[in-house]
């Protein structure tokens, strides 16, 4: 992580204990209240859930919020922190707390548990205050896999025999330098925590979202920095490319420098204002 970030962490913190009174989390909701289809168990590691933060001055618009973690755990820096930030510009947003490769859960495991939050948070809108027209996802590193998968391929995580007549995917989605390819670069724990040591070819290409894309996608802002060692940069290019080659609106932002997991909240990062203007052209934030 950046020397700076570290520096500013004790700022962040005395920050959010200040503004506490004002942004305070509800209490989680569990997704599967029966168990999660596949549940391997009842432990805490079985059941995944979402979490609600409300803004102090709602402006309509929602946002799934998905910490990545490699499939291997749930990176807390990118869960509250940005809920909280999300909220400071009038977003209502849901922390999903997703089913875990470390424990046991193989694709689509995952997407259902993000299918199903999707369905709750838009079947809810009006008991949320939030327009069912306007809620995206944001998701970081296996966490943006997870959210690009969201949006491409929303089907394999729709449980079979189930009548859906609310739409799981987003209405648009952030990809913070995310992991998106399994066969090219691929970054080697996610892969593994998602689709296991021997995937065969068609789980390979179903898993990589440079290969999913199709016309009619959401709009995408995806962002990246060159100096990325743990997720290479070209994952976010290849993305990039596919969108563009179907016509889906984009935009690409490559910082040259940082490494993976930079631009947390309490650091300084040309990143913020450029998702701020993006967003308030698509009507998210005034």
């Given at each position: 992580m950046d020397k700076k970030m570290n520096q500013r962490a004790p700022i962040l913190a005395s920050l959010l204990v200040c503004c506490s009174w004002l942004l305070a989390a509800e209490p989680p909701i569990t997704l599967w209240p029966d168990g999660a289809p596949g549940a391997l168990g009842t432990s805490a590691k079985d059941i995944s859930t979402f979490t609600p933060y409300l803004p102090a001055r709602p402006n309509g618009a929602a946002m799934l919020l998905i910490p990545g973690g490699s499939y291997s755990g749930i990176y807390e820096g990118q869960a509250e922190p940005f809920a909280f930030w999300l909220n400071q510009q009038g977003l209502t947003v849901f922390v999903l707390r997703y089913r875990l490769g470390s424990a046991g859960y193989r694709y689509p495991a995952q997407l259902q548990d993000a299918v199903e939050a999707m369905v709750h948070i838009r079947g809810n809108a009006e008991k949320w205050k939030i327009d069912p027209k306007r809620i995206g996802v944001m998701g970081f590193s296996a966490g943006g896999h997870l959210a690009?998968?969201?949006?491409?391929?929303?089907?394999?995580?729709?449980?079979?025999?189930?009548?859906?007549?609310?739409?799981?995917?987003?209405?648009?989605?952030?990809?913070?330098?995310?992991?998106?390819?399994?066969?090219?670069?691929?970054?080697?724990?996610?892969?593994?925590?998602?689709?296991?040591?021997?995937?065969?070819?068609?789980?390979?290409?179903?898993?990589?979202?440079?290969?999913?894309?199709?016309?009619?996608?959401?709009?995408?802002?995806?962002?990246?920095t060159m100096e990325d060692k743990m997720v290479p940069v070209e994952h976010a290019q290849l993305y990039a490319a596919a969108l563009h080659a179907k016509g889906a609106p984009h935009e690409l932002h490559l910082y040259q420098h940082g490494d993976h997991g930079t631009g947390l909240i309490g650091t300084e990062h040309p990143w913020f204002a450029d998702l701020l203007f993006w967003l308030r052209a698509r009507g998210f934030v005034k």
């Open positions: 690009s998968t969201l949006i491409n391929r929303p089907e394999d995580g729709m449980i079979d025999g189930r009548d859906y007549k609310i739409s799981p995917r987003p209405d648009l989605a952030i990809l913070c330098y995310p992991v998106i390819s399994m066969i090219t670069k691929p970054h080697a724990t996610s892969r593994k925590m998602l689709i296991g040591d021997s995937p065969d070819e068609n789980l390979l290409r179903q898993t990589s979202s440079e290969l999913q894309v199709k016309p009619g996608l959401p709009p995408v802002f995806l962002w990246h």
